[in-house]
């Protein structure tokens, strides 16, 4: 799927530290004197979103509320009650979730037990995420319910052994000022992506039968019927900038649905008959690509369009244009609809469908301005004839390879489990199958001629299908890790398989899910450590698992040259009792460490100024940090980053170390 526009990640990342996109308030109304109802309130900044208390499971972590001194000193009457929440598929977690938008709201009703209580106490244990970073926090709370009993209650303290604890999770960082350097992070344009998207599905319809006969009779006619060269360049010009300006008008109704509803795009393509609809309306599609029937606009539209045409200037042209755009509607409609389906998926898809569509318009237009500068090349054009059927019929497999993604979606949305990740990469492999012993002359269409000859280019077209299918191949087998990388996005994820996983650390690396044992275990081997700050629910943490480590260069280098620590910040495993404490904080605020999660999530924010994931460090076994630590980023700037810090560590193996203690 498209994903959200992402521009200089790391200066964001930077930023989004220096703020809370949940800021938490509370107040309580006394109903009797022993009964109160304590009221949450959280403020989400815009983009962001709060996961709702009542979530599936595998998905991310809900909202929850853990109160101290629960059944001794007071009780919880009924469950907390929430506001109303936004319930739609997440793209992200590929679920049903429910989330809040700018406000949510949470009540708790409570009785005392202890008349003397003056103050409740507890910590939210909440995630929000954004389109490309989660956060995990532990927020405290306080209720005063009477000041003068709140005084006297018994405080939190920090004993010796929390101190101790306390100041192990400190490092001794060396090389500090690395942290508040700028690290340039590539990130992709999706709307240059769209842009580019568009152009090649307009180059691929220029090639179809409906478009690319009229490209030389449009041209001459210009030529031809103009009283000079210039007024005939100026005419064709006007006629291509009227193709674009056609498709990208035809993309504004969608704007004024986004303006109504900025989410309604999203929520028609993550519902479930939405995308059965599509997936019957792309399989309709590829059928008529197939010849079995022709689709097309009323007759009465190319009619009237056709005769305004004829009124000769400015508005003659525009409606020239218009007459192309319906007449050539049964070979341009499907790939239109392609990539409307693709801007539905996308944030802010009516923005993101103009561009697709300005690309499409503008691959359209582009021969038409081009040979009307250079009407030579007119004749070195290729003649129409059966090889713009093969185009069309290859088309149609391309259609239902693209159908098959949306019934995934209604499959994901429903949970009803048929369309595994082994089973959906099995039916491309029949598909593409099916489509390179169609273009190899042994299946035939209504309009195919019969033993019609194979041209070089189909030939070479042939070769790389074959080698698409001997790519697919491997993503019917159990270890799916560094599979289809280029179909990222396309497939279900690869935790949604046939097979199940046993594997605890990515791509089978070895890995340490504890600092001290890690640290210990790269100074005895002499090696650096990466520091992996992750998340169970981290879709963004996999995806660089799957779509960047993989790659052989950087698996390389994590596998030979790297001790990985891996540290889950939202791991909820309770620590043992020997081993929670309390941690106060340099604001003075004291804070139960009592789960894992809980513990490297102060350990990162407490060393590292950051709260989201992934986050990667690069550093010695005796803390010396190496280079500026990376966020979410693409292959080739981690690689280098991984390659700048290997080369730093060399260099400090010349320097005696100082020695740690964890």
Known sequence: MIRKVFLLLFFWVVGLQGQNPVVWTTDFKKQSDTEYLLIFKASVQPKWHLYSQNLP??????????????????????????????????????????????????????????PELGAISGEINFQACDDKICIFRNEPFRFVLDISKAVAAEQKTVDSESLKKSQALQLSLKNKELLSQDQDQKSDNPLLNLFLLGFVGGLIALLTPCVFPMIPLTVSFFLKQSTSKSSGVVRALLYGFFILLIYVLMSLPFHFLDALDPQILNTLSTNIVMNLIFFAVFVFFAFSFFGYYELTLPSSWGNRSDAAASSGGVLGIFFMALTLAIVSFSCTGPILGSLLAGSLTAEGGATQLTIGMAGFGFALALPFGLLAFFPNALKSIPKSGGWMTKVKV??????????????????LVGHWGILKREVFVGIWLVISILLFVYLMGWLRFPHDVKGAKISVFQRLFTFLVMLFIFYLIPGLGKNQDGQLTLLSGFPPPVFYSVYPSDSECPLGLNCFKDYEKGRAYAEAQDKPILLDFTGWACVNCRKMEENVWSQPEVFRLLKEEFVIISLYVDDRKELPEAEQFNFQYPSGRIKTIHTVGEKWATFQNLNFASASQPYYVLMTADATLLNPPVQYTDT???RDWLKSGLEQFRESEKQPNSGYAF
């Open 57 to 114: 499971k595998d998905g991310p972590l809900p909202t929850e509320f853990i109160f101290q001194e629960v059944g001794t000193a007071f009780e919880l009457v009924g469950k907390m009650q929430e506001s109303e929440t936004v319930t739609a598929f997440d793209p992200i977690f590929e679920m049903d979730l429910s989330w809040f938008e700018g406000e949510g709201t949470f009540q708790q009703k409570i009785r005392l037990i202890q």
């Open 636 to 638: 080739a700037t981690y």
């Open 394 to 411: 290859t088309l149609g497999f391309l259609e239902l390879a693209l159908a098959l993604k949306f019934l995934s979606n209604a499959d």
